[in-house]
């Protein structure tokens, strides 16, 4: 377990928020006091203030005290409560956001994002640097359907916005929250905020978060998914007139958790030096992974990543209906992640991903709103990105020769199929000859012993490739939006976007040595005498190692991908893109606190241009122009405060019709983007609130998406991470208790059964070659399932401290987060653990304040 060590930051950050003047101005508001009306938050989701109730788009939003009273600190939390909205979150590096079916999670650097995070109007959507720890915030909005008109890059079918709350002259305040619990974790977090004058002011917050892994490590050392995050924010306003007022936010995070727990189902836990089972195969049970010797200069299982930007926001007031709002943003983010990605102790795949990206934005805006009949806006933006994605892979071929002839139970007579022999088995070259025959003979041809065993003892325990791609983006967008009121009760809107895009995709692939398995499979394709050559050479002592030369005519082969020219040359080609994005919509205002509303929308992915490794080794790299993948969304909705304003709701009805779906297929142990065809979807989504009594409230989400492609080898599949059925539940109770309060607030959420592939695991689409080996089980998958948890605490009057007991998964129910994975292509499919019963402690401290 690791001790409880406050970094320099976290220290800092205390003795600021101490310093702070503790005589409150005026009695905080309590969480409870700040969230019995849920159209007391006013959004900007269409780029200007409003009430909930009177945006024509299916919006949830949630305030940032709302979001602390339920414990929700991070995206997979949040989407619990956000109808229509999932989050999975394998790792901080490896996040997949999914809006109504449609999932967001590629890594490679060409790969636009179809559903948008956005941090004050500024995209982080890369899936990389995503994933942002949530604290200090004003507000979350979370707006479904294409958003292309609103908020640009990214947006097919929907955003997230994350409001940080600003530096703020009007008030001295501070917090401190420090939380303890199981599993070795603590967390401690603060804010302050310092007037400078009557118009400026300085702003501070930060956290410090770790956690043990929660699945044991049964080969010791770390125990896997742990949590190891440190974020901190400091942001400045001024105000010099009253027509200017300036904004300046800088983030930083970094994430440095344990490996991820990626654990095969199929084979055992082994000790790889004696054999022995260590465990059990479920995904929650303790997992033997290690990397392979001496892979990233020896690096161990996990993460290292830092995110960090700087943003300027500036709005000038030009008269009484014209402002000029300018949004300014420079960020990056940095992360290496190595994994264990075969699921077992012996060392047939260690893979690695190295992602990095730096991207420039400047946006303008001018809007007019007046307060009469209509309001309006224009914009320009332009935005600029260089990202790569280097994915390192060692392999143990051997190992991997094991695995394509089911031997990995080695020599050893009687030893179960699922259990993996000790490493040591794998040196005799009879037993890995003898699978060499046998390769052979399945593709018809007859190899000799001798000759078998002479290429065996070539196979490498580390054969190491890999492949780099790149992308370098340059887009321009052109937009603006009106909104008409014809009538006291009806308005309509419109808007349009035209982006542009000048691509450029690089790809470099190279191997450390010639890969003797990948020779000895490729030379099986080869005419008689072209094969002989080729199996005769790969037997030369250190066939490995040897130059190609006129000598010795034996191309370098790669295993997973073929190096480009001179090994490692990095090849590029270059593309550019336009096209139009578009919204109609009509809302009908039944009164002050009912609305009806419908629209139509055109949402687009911009055409990428995909980069692969060569077919042959040194031969041309592939290049791909993928059509841009546009949906059209049809979508009816109402929203109404009820019951003397007690009760909210509000439901949306939707319809969207897909065209050149982009999709992830795996060809071996590489993902490449492909299209699909076409895909559809329906739905319904419902959210409601009622302040049942001066100290109860309830809320409650529901969805219901049925996502399906249509055409294709995947006609009838699901989309992957997206339940047919998600619900949440909770209750907010508050009992006067002497001077102060108790609240009590349990939450249930569910989700029905998902996939977590597009294929849906079925077998017949995971047959050589789209995979190594064949996987025949349809495992992969997670049926429907439920989490309680629940928060008891006790606020004093004023509301200048609290603490809470709380506890997460409280019934410890068992469910994974993901499977499949890289392993799969080897039809060593991994499966990750998602998170037992968490519980602990927590105490907040507040000064100043209004």
Known sequence: MKSFRPSRAAVSLIALVAALPAAAQEAPVTTADAEVAADEIVVTAQLRAQNPIDVPIALTAYSGEFLDSLGVQEF??????????EVQNQSPNNPGFVMRGITSDSGTAYNEPRVSVFQDGVSISKSRGSYVELFDLERVEVAKGPQSTLYGRGALIGAVNLIQNKADPRVAEGQIRSSFGNQGAWMLEGMANAPLSDTAAFRIAGRVKQRDGYVENLLGGEDFNSTDTQAVRASFHAAPTEMLTVDV???????????????SRSFSPTDPATGTVLGGRDPWQGAALAPGAGFEGGKALGLDRDVWGVTGLVDLKLGDAFTLASISAYREFDSLEVFDADGISLPALTAAEDARGE???QEFRLQFDDGGAVTWFVGASYFHEDGSQRTPAQFDERVLLSRLTGLLNGPIPGRPATDPAPAAAFNSTA?????????????????????????????????????????????????????????DQFEIGAGLRYSHDDKRSSIASSVASRSILGGFIGALGQPAATRTALLTALAAPGAANIPTS????VPLFGLAAQPTIGNGTVVSDEHKDSGFTWRLTGRY?????????ATYARGRRPEVLTASAPSAPFGAARFSTLDAETVDSFEVGAKAALADRTLFLDGALFFYQYDNFQTTEQQGVIFVTTNAGEAEAYGFEGQARWAAGENVDLFATYAYNHSRFKTGARNGNRFRLSPDHSLSFGVDFRVPVGAGEVSFRPTWTHQSEVFFDDDNDRPDLQQPPAALVADNVQDERQKGFGLVNARLGYEPEGGMWRVEAFVDNLFDTNYIKDAGNTGDGLGMPTFIAGEPRFYGLSATLRFGGR
């Not at 939390?77 to 109808?83: K, R």
């Not at 070539?458 to 370098?472: D, G, I, V, W």
């Not at 205002?589 to 509303?597: K, Q, R």
């Open 76 to 85: 997979d939390e949040l989407s619990a409560f956000v109808p229509g909205f």
């Open 249 to 263: 936010i800088a983030n930083y995070q970094h994430d440095e958790p344990s490996g991820t727990s990626f654990k």
């Open 359 to 361: 991207q420039t934005s």
């Open 431 to 487: 037993f890995t000859g003898a699978m060499l025959q046998g390769v052979a003979a399945a593709s018809g041809v007859a190899l000799a012993a001798p000759l078998a065993q002479a290429i065996a003892a070539n196979l490498k325990p580390a054969h190491l490739e890999s492949t780099t791609n790149f992308s370098r983006t340059k887009a321009f967008d052109l937009f603006g939006d009106v909104t008409v009121r014809v009538s």
């Open 550 to 553: 006129a000598a010795y005519p």
């Open 589 to 597: 205002e039944v009164n002050d606190d009912a609305s009806l509303y």
